[in-house]
């Protein structure tokens, strides 16, 4: 499975960072090798509408789960006709993905 994590850095030693459309970095990571492949976030200093920008981007690279601290009522809306798995997480990107693997990491309530 393909996981889109938020997050401040590069590795899965960054933390995650709570926020989903201003994020510094998306990681996308394969759950069976734990490959990264670190990205920066081009809507992290858009003006407008970088929740919604982020999530069609996030649905582009092919994610199937997304580890982040929050997100808006628009990119939610994005995320869920996409159907992609939002999870809330904190911590290390590291030990979030292991939570997830578990089954331990609880869903995101999207708002509307």
């Known amino acids: 499975m393909k996981i889109a994590v938020t997050a401040q850095g590069t590795t899965l030693e960054s933390f995650v960072d709570p926020r989903f459309g201003r994020c510094r970095y998306f990681l996308f990571i394969d ?3 734990l490959a990264v492949d670190a990205r920066g976030n081009e809507s992290a200093g858009a003006a ?3 929740g ?3 999530a069609k981007y996030v649905v582009e690279q092919g994610a ?4 982040t601290g929050s997100v808006g009522p628009n990119a939610a809306g994005v995320l869920r006709e996409s159907g992609i798995a939002v999870y809330r997480g904190a911590g290390t990107v590291g030990s979030v993905v292991e ?3 578990a089954g331990k990491l609880p869903p995101a ?3 509307a």
Request: cysteine-free; hydrophobic content about 45%.
């Open 31 to 33: 759950s069976g090798s």
């Open 48 to 50: 407008g509408g970088a």
């Open 52 to 54: 919604i920008q982020a």
């Open 64 to 67: 199937e789960a997304l580890i």
């Open 99 to 101: 939570k997830l693997a």
């Open 109 to 111: 309530e999207l708002r």
